[in-house]
């Protein structure tokens, strides 16, 4: 099987409580975009908010205990189970104890500079290398 990577649909933007409201206020005040709060139940993201950046939906999480800000990028691929054993052999860092998620069918990763990404299958039908919006509710 040919492995393949592609960039997926959702942002996230991870800030420290003490600059959410400012960073929010700055993408709906200043730079007009439409932003939304959406809810969430999570044991370490406090609040999160949504807005659509070009062909992208920016997640805007407060996340306790951060140091500083931090962007982590969304990744699909055909097979999660195939790249993740092709990562793995690669010596790419699995990192699933980051962020709650199901990892059955998706994995945080990081890349050499410590950036993350999560690697999820892509959307069945979908060719464009985007995955769905991540509804987050």
């Known amino acids: 099987m040919k492995i393949n990577f592609e960039g997926g649909f959702n942002i996230a933007m991870k800030i420290p409580p003490e600059k959410y409201n400012e960073t929010v206020a700055f993408y709906r005040d200043i730079l007009l975009f439409d932003v939304e709060e959406v809810p969430i ?30 962007i982590w990028l969304e990744m699909t691929t055909d097979d999660v189970d195939s790249s993740t054993r092709y990562l793995q052999t690669n010596e790419v860092l699995i990192a699933d104890d980051l962020e709650k998620i199901d990892t059955n069918n998706m994995h945080w990763i990081k890349d050499p500079a410590g950036s993350v990404l999560l690697l999820k299958s892509k959307a069945k039908g979908q060719s464009d290398g985007a995955s769905q919006p991540d509804d987050r509710a």
């Open 41 to 70: 139940d999570h044991p370490t993201v406090l609040a999160t908010h949504r807005l659509t950046f070009g062909p992208n939906i920016l997640w805007l999480d407060c996340v306790k205990e951060l140091p500083h800000q931090q």
